[in-house]
Nanobody, 124 residues
């Protein structure tokens, strides 16, 4: 079992930055792929980014590529999402996900564990 807790969401102006954190329980964190998804009101849960167990391999949605960066610290059982140049369309609840596959997936239904989500609002 893996328990995930996100933090770091909030209100930010367009062009600003936020860093989300996802703290995971469990001694097998370092063997899990980790990902971030987001869901705006009335929309499906969309893929944002994922990272493999070692941190050596990452892949991003086109909408955030070049602006967002995922990283992980296996010693701290934590994955991070650095979000720069934020836009109003980035407004959503952001969810952390974990799976014991090698690389995770762009499809939300293929992830096993989910956090409760943290709200990110980009507005002036």
């Amino acid at each position: 079992q893996v328990h995930l807790v996100e933090s770091g969401g909030g209100l930010v102006q367009p062009g600003g930055s936020l860093r989300l954190s996802c703290a995971a329980s469990g001694r097998t964190f370092s063997s899990y792929a980790m990902g971030w998804f987001r869901q705006a009101p009335g929309n499906e849960r969309d893929f944002v980014v994922a990272i493999n167990w070692s941190g050596a391999y990452t892949y991003y949605s086109d909408s955030v590529k070049g602006r967002f960066t995922i990283s992980r610290d296996n010693a701290k059982n934590t994955v991070y999402l650095q979000m720069n140049s934020l836009k109003p369309e980035d407004t959503a609840v952001y969810y952390c996900a974990a799976d014991d596959s090698n690389y995770g997936s762009r499809r939300s239904y293929e992830w096993t564990y989910w956090g409760q989500g943290t709200q990110v609002t980009v507005s002036s």
